[in-house]
T-cell receptor, first 117, second 114 residues
């Protein structure tokens, strides 16, 4: 079974631009979570989607948004990029959300490394 | 606010040694704790998941323990190999409805010398 895939793997943008990152979960998985990893802050939760609905949201500004499609694929968008948005963005999937899903392993993709100049 | 701390931040050992990585968390109301491995520039690979009702989990040379009451977990690696070199992260999932995403520690960077 194929793992979590993320595209693109690397991205260079300039301040003020916007960017869209894509995540395809493991086949059959319906929950997708996004995390930001930086050397200074470590891994921080962005948001979680399940059945096209945002279930949970971390403490990030409104410039960070996401969505999930009916096939469970998810995208996250960052508008008006700032230098501090440079990070590794990781997507994770699990079979379900809440309830039994809280007891499940999350499977992570390889990440998208974003550099903002 | 849940805080997850990992000690030590970095560790260098000769091949063959047994070693212990530590993880502590401040809020004991957790669903589970998960240990991950991250190779440089890569994503996370799940190693072990311990539910709150369990005391330990084992996979090959890895053994993870959980003491929820004291807010501690350890990852024991037996007979370390150079291929074990990576950053090891622990993460907890809280029971608090509004904070159920994984909360990560800052990791322990392990170097196993051949």
């Amino acid at each position: 079974k194929a793992g979590v895939t993320q595209t693109p793997r690397y991205l260079i943008k300039t301040r003020g631009q916007q960017v869209t990152l894509s995540c395809s979960p493991i086949s059959g998985h319906r929950s997708v979570s996004w995390y930001q990893q930086t050397p200074g802050q470590g891994l921080q939760f962005l948001f979680e989607y399940f059945s096209e609905t945002q279930r949970n949201k971390g403490n990030f500004p409104g410039r960070f948004s996401g969505r999930q499609f009916s096939n469970s694929r998810s995208e996250m968008n960052v508008s008006t990029l700032e230098l501090g948005d440079s990070a590794l963005y990781l997507c994770a999937s699990s079979l379900v959300s809440g309830g039994a899903g809280l007891q499940e392993t999350q499977y992570f993709g390889p990440g998208t490394r974003l550099l903002v100049l | 606010k849940q805080e997850v701390t990992q000690i030590p931040a970095a560790l260098s050992v000769p091949e063959g040694e047994n070693l212990v990585l530590n993880c502590s968390f401040t809020d004991s109301a957790i669903y589970n704790l998960q240990w991950f491995r991250q190779d440089p520039g890569k994503g996370l690979t799940s190693l072990l998941l311990i539910q709150s009702s369990q005391r330990e989990q084992t996979s090959g040379r890895l053994n993870a323990s959980l003491d929820k009451s004291s807010g501690r977990s350890t990852l024991y690696i037996a007979a370390s190999q150079p291929g074990d070199s990576a950053t090891y992260l622990c993460a907890v999932r809280l029971m608090d409805t509004g904070r159920r995403a994984l909360t990560f520690g800052s990791g322990t960077r392990l170097q196993v010398q051949p």
